[in-house]
């Protein structure tokens, strides 16, 4: 059974840097697009910032400049170096990957648990 596990998340002043990872584990043939997704409190979950298996990357405007997305491919695991956080920031932050199970017959999207961060001002 395949998994997303994230970590990472925490609290920190505005300003000030975190580091998220995620690893996903099980039975895996294939990953294609890794991608954080985020959601803020009474808004809808949106996506952050993605990275394809050969390292192409895309970042929402609000974050272009102040976040980084890399991946390990021989490990299994996107990061997302977060760096000048805002209190807007302050999110769930979920892990996404469109990946092809070795037991499976198509691609499909698996999300990992969520993590907090919270920045405060």
């Known amino acids: 059974q395949v998994q997303l596990v994230e970590s990472g998340g925490g609290l920190v002043q505005a300003g000030g840097s975190l580091r998220l990872s995620c690893a996903a584990s099980?039975?895996?043939?294939?990953?294609?697009?890794m991608s954080w997704y985020r959601q803020a409190p009474g808004k809808q979950r949106a996506l952050a910032a993605r990275?394809?298996?050969?390292?192409?990357?895309d970042y929402t405007d609000s974050v272009k400049g102040r976040f980084t997305i890399s991946r390990d491919n021989a490990k299994n695991t996107v990061y997302l170096q977060m760096n000048n956080l805002r209190p807007e920031d302050t999110a769930v932050y979920y892990c996404?990957?469109?990946?092809?199970?070795?037991?499976?017959?198509?691609?499909?999207?698996?999300w990992g648990q969520g993590t907090q961060v919270t920045v405060s001002s």
């Open positions: 996404n990957a469109n990946l092809f199970p070795r037991n499976g017959d198509a691609w499909s999207n698996y």
């Open positions: 099980g039975s895996i043939f294939s990953i294609g697009v």
């Open positions: 990275i394809t298996s050969g390292g192409s990357t």
